[in-house]
C-alpha cells in the first residue's frame, strides 16, 4: 500500500472517531451506558500501555499499577474536588487547613486558569507518581523478575495503606474515601465527553514516540538479554529507571482520570485486584504489542461490562432454564478466557506486532487463506507501526 | 499496657503466626523447585476452607479432616499439571502470569459457586474448647497451631533429610538439569511438592479458618502474599526459615493491630519484604546463589 | 492469523457499536437483571406502557445478606402493587435490579447502569457507604432515589435527589446511648469499621451522645478493624483490659458473629450493643449460645399490632418468605424496602408524569401509613421518624425490649 493512501487511511479513521463523539454528544442521554463504557476503556487503554511499556517493553514485570493509579486519582481528586465541598466530603474528620487554603487560593485564581486546573492536577499526580517512581525504583530495580514483581506489589499495597490510614484523615479522607470528584473537564471548548479520548490519545501517542526512539530500542534489548544489553553499552538501571518512571507518570494520569471517572473513590478501589484486571487487559491484547493494548482495553471493558452480562442472568430458552447461567458466571467465563490465551495463545490478540494498513489490506486473502486451511506466508511478517 | 494483655496478643499472635508457617513452606517449597511464585498458593488454602464447610455438612470431623486433605492436594497437583507443567520451558513471565490466572480463576469460581457472601466455618468441637491459664483466655485451636506446626515441620524435615524423595527434591532445586540427567523423575518430585504445600495448606487452613470462623473468595488473597513474605523473610528454600518468617509475621501483625495501626499491619509485611530484599535478598537462612550468564 | 483475528474483532465491535447507535428507541441493552418477574418479563403488559423502578442494593459482597432482604420486601412489594396509575393510564411497574456488591466502586457502575436502563426512581441501597457514593450520579442524572436502610445523614445531606424512609444515626446513636445509661452502664468501648461511612458514623454518635450522658471518661476503649478482617482477638484484648460495662459495635452482619465468638472467647462478659444491621436471624444461628444478651435498635417489631398496614404485611409477607425459602423471621430491613417502594408508587401517582424531576418533586408531599408507622419527607428528605424499637436476643429469638421516641 502506498504512503499516501495510509494516511488518507488514518485520517479516516480519524474522521470516524471524531464523528461517532459529536454523535454520541448529540445523543448523551440515550447512550449513557455506551459513553461510560468507550471512557471507561479508553482510561483503561492509558494504564494498559504504560503497563505494556514497562512490562512487554522492557521487562520489568511491575504489578504496581494500582499504587500509581490510586496517587493520581488522589490528588486529582483532592485537588479539583470544589471548595464548597469540602466540609461534607471531610464530615468525618474534617480537612487540613493547608488544604483548604490551598484549594481556596486555586479558586481565587483567574477564570482561564481555573479551566486548566484539572489537567494541572492531572499532571500534579502523575509528576508526583514518577518523583516517587523514580525513589523507589532506585532500590528495586536491582531485584530479578519475580522479586520485582512482588516488591512493586508491595510498594503499591503500601500506597493504599497510608493513602487510607487515620493519620492521612485530614488530607485523603482516610479509608472514607473521596467523592463529589467533579467530572471531565472541557477540553479547550470541546465537550467534556471527549476529554478522556483525546487524553489517551495524546498519552499513548507520547509512549509509541518513546517506544519508537533510541531509549525504546534499549528498552527491548534490555528485554531481550539484559548482559548482551549491558555488554552492548546500554546503561541498565537508567533505561529501566526512565522506563519504570514513564509508565508510573502515566499510569496515574489514567488513575486521575478514573477518579473524575467514577466520581468517588477510596483506597479500596485500587487493591490487587485492580492490577490483575489490567494484567488481563494486557496479556489478553498481546504482551509488547502497544496497538493490541488498546484494542483490548475496548474489548475487555465492553464484554466485561456490557456485552457478556448476560452471563449473569438466568437464562432460559424455550422454557428451559439453562443450568450454569447466575451471578458470577461471567468472571469465571473470563478467568478460563485469560488461563486459554496463557496457556494456548500466548501471543494474545496482536502478539508483539502493531496495527498497520498492510495488515489491513492483506486481510482479505488471509481470510480466504484461513478458510481453505492454509497459512499464509508473510505470517510473521510484522507491521510498521501506526 | 499489663504483662497479661501483652501475653495474650503474645498467643494471638504465636497462633496467626503457626498458620502462616504451614502456608509458608508450600511458597518455599515450590520456589526452591521451580523458581515460581505461585500465586494460587493462597486461594488453594481458601478453597481448603470451603471444602471444610461442605465436608462437615455430611460427615463428623474425623472423616472430613482427611477427605479435606485429599481434596487439597488434588487440586494442588492438578493446577500444577494443567497450568504450570505446560509452560516449564517458557519465560518466567509467562509462568508467574498463569499462576496469576490460576489465582484469578479460583476466586472468581469460588465466587460463582458460594456467592461472595462470607459463610460460617464449622465448628470442631473440642478444637473450639475455651482454656484458662491465669487471667490468659484462648480456645485448645489456639494454643494447638503452634505446637502443631513444629511436629509438622520436624516431620517435614526427617522427610527432606532421610528419604529418597526428600534427597530428590534437594538435587533438583539445587540444579534442575544435572539432577533430571541423573535419572530423577522431575515432574514426580515437583508432583510431591505440590502434594507436601497443598497438604500443608489445607491443615493451615483449619487451623485458621476454625479460630475466624468465617471463608469468603477473598479470604486467601492476604494471608497468601502475607505468606510469600515471609518466606523470603526467611530465605526462600528454607523451610526453617519459612516457620520463623511466619511467627514473626504472625506475631507482628497481632501486635501492630493491638496499637492501634491496624491499616498499617498488611503494609507493614510489605515494608518487612523491601527491606529484606534491600539488605539480605537471600532472607535469614538462605543460601548465597550466584547467577550464571 | 492472530491478526485477522484481531481485526474481525474490532470489526465485530464496530458494527455492535453501531447496531447500539442505529436503534435509539430501545435503550441500551439493560445490564442490571430484572429476576423480579420473570413471568411478567415475557409479554409486556397489553398497552405496553411500563415505567421502571431501579432497585438499588448489594447482593452480593459484604452486606450482600442484608441487602437480599430488602430485596425481599421490594419484590413482594412489586407483587402486592404491579401497576400504577399516571394519570388516567394504568403503568405496569417494572422492577431493574443492579447489585452493587457492597463495594462503593461497583455502586458507582451499577447506579450508572440503572440510570441508563431508563429507571424513574430508584430504590436502595442498605449500606450506608455505597449510598453516597452513588448519590452524586442520581442527582447529576436527575432521577430521585429513596433510600431504604441507610442511616448516616450524609446519603441525604446537600443531595436534592435522594430521601429515605428510615431512621438515622444521630437519633440512633442517641437512643443506644440512653438505654445504656438507663442499663446502669458507667463505661463503655466502641468498635467501628473504618472505611464504613454507617459504623464509624453510628458509632461517632453513641460516642457524643454516651459522653454526654454519663461522663467524660465513660468511653475506656475505642478500637478499629478493617473491612474483610476476620480475626478481632487483638483489639477485643485491649477492650478486655479496658473493662467496659457494655461495648458498643455497630457493623455489618458478617462481622457480627465473630465479635461476639471472639468476645466471649477471650472471656468478656460486657453487654454487646449494635446498630439496626444486627437483627438478622443468620447472627444468632452463627454466634449460637454467645448471641444471648446481644442488644440493638431497630426500626420494625412484627408483634406492634396497633398499625393495620403492618398487620397486613406480616401476614402476606410471612407467606411471601416461606415460598422462597427463607426464615419466617420478618427482617425490619425489608419491612423498610416495602415502604420505600410505597413512597416511589405514591410519588408517581401524585406526580401523573414517569419524569423522573416531577417524581421527586412530588416525594417532598408525600405522606402515608406504612408499615414501619407514618411516612412523610422532611426539606432534607429524611422520613420524619420518631421511634426506634429496641430488641434483646433472649433463648436464640429477638425478643422485644420496648420502644424509644425522642426526648426520651
Known amino acids: ?386 | 499496657m499489663s504483662l497479661t494483655t501483652i501475653l495474650q496478643h503474645c498467643l494471638t499472635g504465636i497462633s496467626l503466626g503457626g498458620a502462616y508457617a504451614l502456608i509458608a513452606i508450600g511458597y518455599t517449597m515450590v520456589y526452591g523447585i521451580l523458581r515460581l511464585i505461585n500465586f494460587a498458593h493462597g486461594d488453594i488454602f481458601m478453597m481448603a476452607g470451603y471444602f471444610m464447610i461442605f465436608a462437615m455438612a455430611s460427615f463428623p470431623w474425623q472423616v472430613a479432616i482427611p477427605l479435606v486433605i485429599v481434596g487439597t492436594i488434588v487440586m494442588g497437583v492438578v493446577i500444577e499439571r494443567v497450568a504450570y507443567k505446560p509452560l516449564r520451558t517458557a519465560p518466567r513471565m509467562s509462568i508467574m502470569i498463569s499462576a496469576i490466572g490460576v489465582s484469578y480463576l479460583l476466586q472468581n469460581l469460588a465466587t460463582y459457586l458460594f456467592t461472595a457472601i462470607p459463610r460460617g466455618y464449622p465448628e470442631i468441637p473440642f478444637l473450639k474448647k475455651i482454656f484458662h491459664i491465669g487471667a490468659l483466655s484462648a480456645s485448645l485451636v489456639t494454643f494447638l497451631t503452634p505446637v502443631l506446626t513444629i511436629l509438622l515441620v520436624i516431620f517435614l524435615m526427617l522427610l527432606i533429610k532421610k528419604t529418597k524423595v526428600g534427597m530428590a527434591m534437594r538435587a533438583v532445586s539445587k540444579d534442575f538439569e544435572t539432577s533430571q540427567l541423573m535419572g530423577i523423575k522431575i515432574n514426580n518430585i515437583i508432583s510431591a511438592t505440590f502434594v507436601i504445600g497443598s497438604a500443608l495448606a489445607a491443615v493451615g487452613s483449619i487451623l485458621y479458618f476454625t479460630d475466624r470462623m468465617s471463608v469468603t473468595p477473598f479470604s486467601g488473597t492476604l494471608p497468601g502474599l502475607k505468606c510469600f513474605v515471609a518466606a523470603v523473610f526467611g530465605g526462600i528454600g528454607s523451610i526453617p526459615g519459612a516457620v520463623v518468617g511466619g511467627f514473626v509475621i504472625g506475631i507482628a501483625e497481632t501486635l501492630l493491630v493491638a496499637m492501634g495501626y491496624s491499616t498499617f499491619s498488611d503494609a507493614f509485611t510489605f515494608l518487612l519484604l523491601i527491606v529484606m530484599l534491600l539488605f539480605r535478598p537471600t532472607g535469614l537462612f538462605g543460601e548465597k546463589s550466584t547467577d550464571k550468564v | 492469523m492472530k491478526r485477522v483475528l484481531a481485526i474481525v474483532l474490532s470489526a465485530v465491535m464496530a458494527l455492535t457499536l453501531l447496531a447500539g447507535c442505529g436503534d435509539n428507541s430501545t435503550p441500551a441493552p439493560a445490564p442490571a437483571g430484572d429476576n423480579a418477574a420473570p413471568a411478567a418479563d415475557a409479554a409486556p403488559a397489553a398497552g405496553g406502557d411500563v415505567i421502571k423502578i431501579g432497585v438499588f442494593e448489594p447482593q452480593t459482597g459484604e452486606n450482600g445478606g442484608g441487602g437480599l432482604q430488602e430485596v425481599y420486601g421490594i419484590r413482594y412489594a412489586n407483587q402486592q402493587f404491579p401497576t400504577v396509575k399516571v394519570g388516567d393510564k394504568e403503568y405496569k411497574i417494572e422492577l431493574v435490579e443492579a447489585d452493587n456488591k457492597s463495594d462503593k466502586t461497583e455502586a458507582v457502575t451499577a447506579a450508572q447502569s440503572l440510570i441508563s436502563a431508563g429507571c424513574s426512581v430508584i430504590l436502595g441501597s442498605y449500606g450506608s457507604g455505597v449510598s453516597i457514593a452513588a448519590g452524586e450520579i442520581f442527582s447529576d442524572a436527575q432521577v430521585p432515589a429513596i433510600g431504604c436502610s441507610c442511616t448516616n445523614p450524609q446519603v441525604t445531606l446537600g443531595n436534592d435527589f435522594y430521601y429515605r424512609v428510615c431512621f438515622l444515626d444521630p437519633f440512633q446513636g442517641t437512643v443506644m446511648a440512653n438505654y445504656a445509661a438507663q442499663d446502669g452502664a458507667k463505661t463503655a468501648a466502641v468498635i467501628t469499621q473504618l472505611g464504613d461511612d454507617y459504623s464509624s458514623g453510628l458509632g461517632n454518635f453513641f460516642k457524643n451522645a454516651f459522653v454526654k450522658l454519663v461522663g467524660e471518661d465513660s468511653i475506656v476503649a475505642e478500637e478499629q478493624f478493617q473491612t474483610n478482617q476476620t480475626d478481632f482477638k487483638a483489639i477485643l484484648t485491649n477492650i478486655k483490659a479496658a473493662n467496659p460495662d457494655v461495648i458498643f459495635a455497630p457493623s455489618s452482619i458478617a462481622t457480627a458473629p465473630l465479635i461476639i465468638k471472639q468476645a466471649r472467647e477471650l472471656g468478656i462478659t460486657a453487654k454487646i450493643m449494635a446498630g439496626d444491621t444486627w437483627e438478622n436471624g443468620s447472627i444468632i444461628e452463627n454466634a449460637g449460645a454467645d448471641a444471648e444478651g446481644v442488644t440493638l435498635s431497630t426500626f420494625f417489631d412484627e408483634g406492634d399490632t396497633s398499625n393495620a398496614v403492618a398487620t397486613d404485611f406480616i401476614k402476606g409477607f410471612k407467606e411471601y418468605l416461606v415460598a422462597n425459602g427463607q426464615d419466617e423471621i420478618i427482617p425490619a430491613v425489608s419491612a423498610l424496602g416495602y415502604d420505600a417502594y410505597l413512597a416511589a408508587v405514591k410519588a408517581i401517582e401524585t406526580a401523573g408524569s414517569t419524569d423522573p424531576v416531577a417524581i421527586r418533586d412530588a416525594l417532598k408531599g408525600v405522606e402515608f401509613e406504612g408499615v414501619t408507622g407514618a411516612i412523610s419527607f422532611d426539606e432534607n428528605g429524611d422520613a420524619n421518624k420518631d421511634k426506634a424499637f429496641i430488641k434483646v436476643v433472649e433463648n436464640g429469638q429477638f425478643k422485644f425490649l420496648k420502644t424509644v421516641s425522642v426526648g426520651e
Open chain 1, 1 to 386: 500500500m502506498k504512503k499516501g493512501t495510509k494516511r488518507i487511511c488514518s485520517l479516516v479513521l480519524l474522521v470516524l472517531i471524531a464523528l461517532l463523539l459529536f454523535w454520541l454528544e448529540a445523543n448523551k442521554s440515550g447512550q449513557g451506558m455506551l459513553i461510560s463504557i468507550l471512557q471507561k476503556s479508553a482510561i483503561l487503554a492509558i494504564v494498559a500501555v504504560s503497563m505494556n511499556l514497562l512490562n512487554g517493553f522492557t521487562g520489568l514485570f511491575s504489578l504496581g499499577q494500582a499504587g500509581f493509579m490510586s496517587i493520581g486519582a488522589y490528588i486529582t481528586a483532592i485537588l479539583t474536588i470544589p471548595v464548597v465541598n469540602l466540609d461534607g466530603v471531610y464530615y468525618m474528620n474534617g480537612v487540613a487547613p493547608w488544604v483548604r487554603a490551598l484549594k481556596e487560593g486555586m479558586e481565587a485564581g483567574p477564570s482561564w486558569l481555573q479551566s486548566v486546573y484539572p489537567f494541572l492536577a492531572l499532571i500534579v499526580g502523575g509528576l508526583v507518581a514518577a518523583g516517587f517512581a523514580a525513589l523507589i525504583g532506585i532500590p528495586v530495580l536491582r531485584l530479578k523478575s519475580d522479586y520485582l514483581a512482588i516488591a512493586t506489589l508491595g510498594f503499591s499495597e503500601i500506597i493504599r495503606a497510608i493513602f487510607s490510614s487515620p493519620q492521612m484523615d485530614t488530607i485523603t479522607n482516610g479509608s472514607y474515601g473521596l467523592n463529589k470528584v467533579p467530572t471531565f473537564p472541557k477540553f479547550f471548548g470541546l465537550p467534556s465527553l471527549f476529554t478522556p479520548f483525546i487524553i489517551a490519545g495524546v498519552t499513548i501517542a507520547l509512549m509509541v514516540l518513546l517506544i519508537n526512539s533510541s531509549y525504546g530500542r534499549a528498552f527491548k534489548a534490555i528485554r531481550e538479554d539484559e548482559v548482551a544489553a549491558e555488554a552492548m553499552g546500554i546503561s541498565l538501571f537508567r533505561h529501566k529507571e526512565l522506563s519504570f518512571v514513564v509508565s508510573s507518570f502515566f499510569t496515574a494520569i489514567s488513575g486521575g482520570l478514573l477518579a473524575m471517572f467514577m466520581r468517588s473513590i477510596e483506597a479500596k478501589t485500587f487493591s490487587i485486584a485492580l492490577t490483575y484486571d489490567i494484567l488481563l487487559i494486557v496479556v489478553i491484547g498481546g504482551i509488547g504489542s502497544v496497538s493490541g493494548s488498546v484494542l483490548s482495553a475496548f474489548l475487555v471493558t465492553a464484554s466485561k461490562e456490557w456485552w457478556l452480562r448476560f452471563f449473569d442472568q438466568p437464562l432460559t430458552i424455550g422454557g428451559w432454564q439453562v443450568p450454569l447461567f447466575r451471578t458470577g458466571f461471567r468472571m469465571v467465563i473470563f478467568s478460563i478466557l485469560l488461563m486459554a490465551v496463557v496457556l494456548f495463545y500466548r501471543r494474545g490478540i496482536m502478539g508483539n506486532s502493531e496495527f498497520s494498513w498492510d495488515g489491513v489490506a492483506r486481510l482479505p486473502g488471509r481470510i480466504k487463506g484461513w478458510f481453505s486451511r492454509k497459512r499464509p506466508a508473510h505470517e510473521a511478517a510484522g507491521g510498521d507501526g501506526i
